[in-house]
């Protein structure tokens, strides 16, 4: 699976910005995509994950601001940020988990996506 991802960049305080991620490769399903964020300084962090089914989770910092959505047909995900403001900048990073079948049953297999700046500076 490879994750390729679009749409960062400089913005304003208060400014908007979407990501995108496209997966490709040879893969049955993918059973989570998400983002996640890193700070210089700061730890990986989660910030939004949407399933196959739909269920999305969100930190509580970007509950309201930020917006996950899916495009099944294709293995896209979105992250729609708005009202962002300086602690949002970091590399933001997709992820996602295959489901992949194995001698011994189904399992999950982690794939990262290279990354993509967003700064948040006036």
């Known amino acids: 699976v490879q994750l390729v991802e679009s749409g960062g960049g400089l913005v304003q305080p208060g400014g908007s910005l979407r990501l995108s991620c496209a997966a490709s490769g040879n893969f049955f399903k993918l059973n989570v995509m998400g983002w996640y964020r890193q700070a210089p300084g700061k730890e990986r962090e989660l910030v939004a994950e949407?399933?196959?089914?739909?269920?999305?989770n969100y930190a509580d910092s970007v509950k309201g601001r930020f917006t996950i959505s899916g495009d099944s047909a294709r293995n896209t995900v979105y992250l729609q940020m708005s009202s962002l403001q300086p602690e949002d900048t970091a590399v933001y990073y997709c992820n996602a988990y295959e489901a992949r079948s194995t001698t011994w049953g189904w399992t999950n297999v982690e794939h990262w996506g290279q990354g993509t700046r967003v700064t948040v500076s006036s």
């Open positions: 949407i399933r196959s089914e739909g269920d999305t």
